[in-house]
């Protein structure tokens, strides 16, 4: 099964690009399947990243949450599990 994780942030004021920098500089213990860093409108940052495993599988490696003074709230995180492409 294919696993998806996503991170998301929002930078302080004005740091938006230190953020997606920070994020792009975080390295998992193991290479997912696939990795993309995507940044939206008020300095957000989204970190999606691909699995081979399950859901539930707890082994599955996150991004840390960034240092206090980057971010003007805690991480968001979710899983999400493929149910297959849509021809």
């Not at 081979?52 to 490696?61: G, L, Q, T, V, W």
Request: no cysteine; aromatic share 10%.
């Amino acid at each position: 099964m294919t696993v998806a994780t996503m991170w998301e942030a929002r930078a302080a004021e004005g740091r938006g690009a230190e953020l997606v920098a920070w994020a792009r500089e975080q390295k998992l213990p193991e290479a997912p399947l696939r990795r993309e860093t995507f940044r939206a409108p008020q300095d957000r940052v989204l970190v999606i990243t691909w699995w081979e495993a399950s859901y539930d599988d707890s082994d599955i490696p996150e991004l840390p949450d960034p240092p206090g003074d980057l971010v003007t709230r805690p991480v968001h995180r979710w899983r999400f599990e493929s149910v297959g492409d849509t021809p």
